[in-house]
């Protein structure tokens, strides 16, 4: 099917951009790498009558090193993300996830803000971006404001962001000394959205003792879950078997999959402890290497 007719507008600065989300708000999209919108626009889930597409924006693409941490523009193309070698050290969980994204060639075209703006609950990113305490710079005509990762998403494919918003810029702090991180996914094929995943940062004083630690999932509701309950079994000791499976059975009580034609609940519930493990054994490994 062809989307319905829109009238397209294709700014070349930011300030043009928001100039235009100011005067259609509602009635209006914008078009990042087109890989979620152009299907939907296709089977008119959504019929916006005004399309501003934002790829001729060169100032919203870019990744550069902030503070020991990362500061990366909207538009950059998540196969950028992957292979930027400031991302693998300075962000290296980000690093590790960006492979389970999609496909290489939706990866080519995808950004990262536009993974963020969709807010699928299956996506990895957000979960990822939850436990590295990532900051995402909002902005519109009137006023630019920071919200962290875990305020960012409301709901199935909603988020704080206004109609005449838009996201501009992800900021990924530096990664505290003494700390393991680790992604885990389960897809019926690499690439697909996954079934159910994790993504886990630990940071340890210089004794190996846990002093935070963040569990957060995706694919197991309708937004990230940060498993705070859970992630109390880690906290205060050295994580030993016994403490990574009581965190393991603890999230059950903070997970609420549904059944889909990909997986039972059951079944997404099963692999939630099984990756949490994992997960978490790989971070107490990478951690150690530090203490
Ligand atoms: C077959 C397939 C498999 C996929 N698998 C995965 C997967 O495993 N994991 C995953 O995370 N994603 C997956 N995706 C989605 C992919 O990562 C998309 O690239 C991403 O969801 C949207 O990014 P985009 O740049 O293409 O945005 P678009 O499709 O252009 O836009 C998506 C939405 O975000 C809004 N938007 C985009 N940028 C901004 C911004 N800067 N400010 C405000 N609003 C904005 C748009 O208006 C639109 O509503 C898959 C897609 C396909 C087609």
Redesign the pocket.
């Known amino acids: 099917m062809k989307p319905a007719s829109f009238q397209y507008f294709a700014p070349t600065t930011l300030d043009e951009a928001l100039a235009l989300l100011a005067e259609h708000g509602d009635a209006a ?11 939907m626009m296709n089977f008119r889930l ?1 019929s916006p009558a005004i399309l501003i597409d ?1 790829n001729r924006i060169g100032e ?1 693409a870019y990744i550069r090193e902030r503070d020991g941490g990362l500061a990366i523009g ?2 950059t193309r ?1 196969r950028q993300v992957e292979r930027d070698a400031r991302v693998a050290k300075h962000a290296p969980l980000v690093a590790e996830t960006m492979p ?4 290489p060639q ?2 080519n ?3 990262l ?3 963020f ?2 807010a ?1 609950p ?4 957000p979960a990822v971006a939850i436990a590295t305490s990532t900051k995402l710079k909002v902005k519109s005509i009137k006023r630019e404001r920071w919200v962290e990762a875990r305020d960012f998403f409301t709901g199935l494919f909603s988020t704080v ?1 206004a109609p005449d ?4 810029e992800i900021v990924v702090p530096a990664m505290p000394a003494h700390t393991g991180y680790a992604f885990q996914e389960m ?1 019926r094929r690499h ?4 079934l159910a995943g994790v993504a886990c940062t630990l940071t340890f004083d210089d004794r190996g003792v846990c002093q935070e630690a963040r569990i957060v999932f995706l694919g197991l509701g309708t937004l990230p879950i940060d498993a705070r309950d859970a992630a109390k079994h880690i906290v205060g000791a050295t994580p030993n078997a016994e403490a990574i499976r009581a965190a393991s059975e603890a999230i059950d009580a903070e997970i609420d999959p549904s059944d889909d034609i990909h997986a039972s609940a059951k079944f997404r519930r099963h692999l939630a402890k099984v990756l949490t493990r994992r997960a978490l054994e790989t971070a107490v490994i990478r951690g150690k290497r530090n203490w």
């Open positions: 999209k914008v078009l990042a790498g087109g890989q979620s919108l152009t299907p959504v934002l919203l909207a538009m998540q389970f994204v999609a496909h939706i990866r075209r995808g950004t803000g536009g993974i703006a969709h699928d299956a996506a990895e990113l962001l918003e838009l996201l501009v897809s690439g697909d959205y996954a």
